[in-house]
């Protein structure tokens, strides 16, 4: 069964630095997002991704943060200069074009970013 | 603000029988509410979802209602087993916001 990826599963930074988590959506879907869940926390709407430009962001998708589709593949989220308080576990995920914009999303595993 | 509640952080109950959770929502127009579970370290996965114009949807041992004048969605598991034993996650997409946004779910224990 097709499934979204996301490396690494794990990333350490020290604060200020540049950190990229890579998602690989599944192939035929045209919907891209990133959610974060800080621990114990509720999972937060960032970014959604659709034909190569951001369509809808929340307000915690400030200037740090960018996303990019670098290929027919990946699905990047950059965070320029990390704060502490970035420290979370980070979800790509995606949907097909059909069926609406409340549709079933496919979430990968995620990333567990901790700054430090 | 728009706000959505889930009726308690964490359920207990006894295998076979039946898990009822509750979402409900304020200052919020969804067009779609679905249903997600959550095991610890993981990524959601999607189990149900419901439309505005749609009272119930079934799959399995899962049910599904919503109701847009009382502001809430109810989530069944019959039958439960141990097995059930997650983070459920109630998520609406809608008016405003065409993503999701999450309630802060509620764990779910079921002893055997």
């Known amino acids: 069964e097709p499934e979204v990826t996301q490396t690494p599963s794990h990333q350490v930074t020290q604060m200020g630095q540049e950190v990229i988590l890579r998602c690989v959506p599944i192939?035929?879907?045209?919907?891209f997002y990133w959610y974060r869940q800080i621990l114990g926390q509720k999972v937060e709407f960032l970014v959604s991704?659709?034909?190569?430009?951001?369509?809808?962001k929340s307000e915690i998708f400030d200037d740090q943060f960018s996303v990019e589709r670098p290929d027919g593949s990946n699905f990047t989220l950059k965070i320029r200069s990390t704060k502490l308080e970035d420290s979370a576990m980070y979800f790509c995920?995606?949907?097909?074009?059909?069926?609406?914009?409340?549709?079933?999303?496919?979430f990968g595993p995620g990333t567990r970013l901790t700054v430090l | 603000s728009q706000k959505i509640e889930q009726n308690s952080e964490a359920l207990n109950i006894q295998e076979g029988k039946t898990a009822t959770l509750t979402c409900n929502y304020t200052?919020?127009?969804?067009?779609?509410l679905q249903w997600y579970r959550q095991d610890p370290g993981r990524g959601p996965v999607f189990l149900l979802l419901?439309?505005?114009?749609?009272k119930e949807k079934r799959k399995e041992r899962l049910k599904v209602t919503f109701d847009t004048t009382l502001k809430q969605s109810l989530f069944h598991i019959t039958a439960s087993q141990p097995a059930d034993s997650a983070t459920y996650l109630c998520?609406?997409?809608?008016?405003?916001?065409?993503?999701?946004?999450f309630g802060s779910g509620t764990r779910l224990q079921v002893q055997p």
């Open positions: 998520a609406l997409a809608g008016t405003g916001r065409r993503a999701l946004t």
């Open positions: 991704f659709y034909n190569n430009e951001i369509s809808e």
């Open positions: 419901i439309r505005e114009n749609e």
């Open positions: 200052n919020y127009s969804p067009a779609y």
């Open positions: 995920a995606s949907r097909v074009a059909s069926g609406g914009y409340g549709s079933e999303q496919f």
């Open positions: 192939s035929n879907h045209l919907y």
